[in-house]
């Protein structure tokens, strides 16, 4: 039996608002929206239902590391944290809900691939010259608006130049 994959395509939803994206099903619908503010000089970022319920926030946590927290419902569900290293190859994204999983591909790439126990369950292509946006395959009965966001925050980090 062949392997599933759910598809979606994120697009910057305006040119000059960093960090606002628009999520697209394999059907060009949108699903979600991506919307983001600096709050105490930190960047909160929520990805919303097309209803605007907010599903996840996603903080930055530290400065001067990849370092990020991701929420639901104002609980602590995941996060990211490590040094910023221009040649890092993977990192980790520790999880309550889920089993913790590695997202891996040289950050200054174009492709990433998620991970779990030497499994691949997502990739995600980056297109630079279509405006930015990111395609993603992700295997179905995965959490996809986690993993989603894991997209969300490489995206902020190639908007910030930090990839």
């Given at each position: ?74 609980k602590l569900i995941a996060k990211i944290d490590k040094p910023i290293n221009w040649n890092a190859k993977a990192f980790e994204i520790e999880s309550a809900i ?19 126990n030497e499994e691949e369950f997502g990739i995600v292509s980056h297109k630079i010259w279509s405006n930015g946006t990111f395609g993603i395959a992700i295997k ?24």
């Amino acid at each position: 039996m062949p392997i599933e994959f759910a598809k979606f395509k994120i697009k910057k939803s305006s040119w000059w608002k960093v960090g606002n994206f628009d999520i697209f099903d394999e059907n060009e619908d949108i699903v979600y929206k991506v919307q983001s503010r600096y709050k105490n000089f930190s960047l909160v970022t929520t990805l919303q239902s097309v209803n605007f319920n907010v599903e996840y926030k996603i903080e930055k946590a530290k400065q001067l590391k990849i370092s990020y927290n991701l929420y639901e419902e104002g609980k602590l569900i995941a996060k990211i944290d490590k040094p910023i290293n221009w040649n890092a190859k993977a990192f980790e994204i520790e999880s309550a809900i889920v089993d913790p999983f590695i997202l891996k591909g040289n950050m200054w790439s174009n492709e990433y691939r998620f991970i779990r126990n030497e499994e691949e369950f997502g990739i995600v292509s980056h297109k630079i010259w279509s405006n930015g946006t990111f395609g993603i395959a992700i295997k179905d009965g995965e959490h996809i608006p986690m993993i989603l966001s894991v997209v969300i925050i490489v995206a902020l980090l190639k908007a910030s130049g930090l990839a």
